[in-house]
């Protein structure tokens, strides 16, 4: 019993070390469009996603089918996320993580376009403490041509981004647990809920 379940698991992850690939091409401006291709075990494993489309208003004036109305409540306190970007040590576990993931992902004919606001220049200013840096070193790079830009007076996100990536899936899913195992994650989310208590 003892061997078949190390088998595998030992199958389970050689799975996960083989390289995915996949190319992309997707946009959002009033709605998300896109459309991806998926390739594994070096193109044996081909999957042609169909490209999918969000929903938007109707241009006829009506309500959109998917706006939600919240009742405000006075006496409670208004959850305040970005508690955590005044945190250095949270800021600089984030780029770094982005930068493991940057280097980890095999980047071909990359292009990138993101507009960010969160109609507060203060609250866009805190966001962009995390993204400028990052922004800064990416437009830099010569696998990608990368442009992020921060929006200060309006509540915006665009994004339109195409090209090709192979990664592997096992060092995708280390990354990501050392980060969510990190002490500073967490401390920055005890913050947050200290802030919203």
């Given at each position: 019993m003892?061997?078949?379940?190390?088998?595998f698991l030992l199958v389970f992850i050689a799975l996960l070390a083989i390289p995915v690939t996949?190319?992309?091409q997707v946009s959002w401006q009033r709605a998300f469009?896109?459309?991806?291709?998926?390739?594994?075990?070096?193109?044996?494993?081909?999957?042609?996603?169909?490209?999918f489309q969000s929903k938007t208003a109707s241009p006829q004036g009506e309500e959109p089918t998917q706006t939600i109305h919240r009742k405000r409540h006075p006496s409670r306190k208004r959850s305040n996320p970005l508690a955590v970007i005044r945190q250095k040590a949270f800021r600089r576990r984030i780029i770094r993580f982005i930068h493991d993931l940057w280097h980890a992902v095999h980047k071909r004919?990359?292009?990138?376009?993101?507009?960010?606001?969160?109609?507060?220049?203060?609250?866009?200013?805190?966001?962009?403490?995390?993204?400028?840096?990052?922004?800064?070193?990416?437009?830099n790079v010569q696998q990608a041509s990368i442009e992020i830009e921060p929006e200060f007076f309006d509540t915006t996100f665009e994004l339109d981004s195409s090209g090709n990536i192979r990664l592997i899936p096992l060092q995708m899913i280390y990354l990501t647990?050392?980060?969510?195992?990190?002490p500073s994650v967490w401390q920055g989310i005890k913050q947050m809920r200290k802030a919203e208590s």
């Open positions: 003892l061997t078949g379940v190390v088998a996949l190319s992309y469009q896109g459309k991806v291709k998926l390739q594994w075990a070096f193109g044996l494993v081909r999957i042609d996603l169909p490209a004919d990359v292009s990138l376009r993101i507009r960010i606001g969160l109609g507060d220049p203060a609250d866009t200013g805190q966001l962009w403490a995390i993204v400028g840096p990052v922004a800064g070193i990416l437009a647990l050392a980060l969510l195992l990190s």
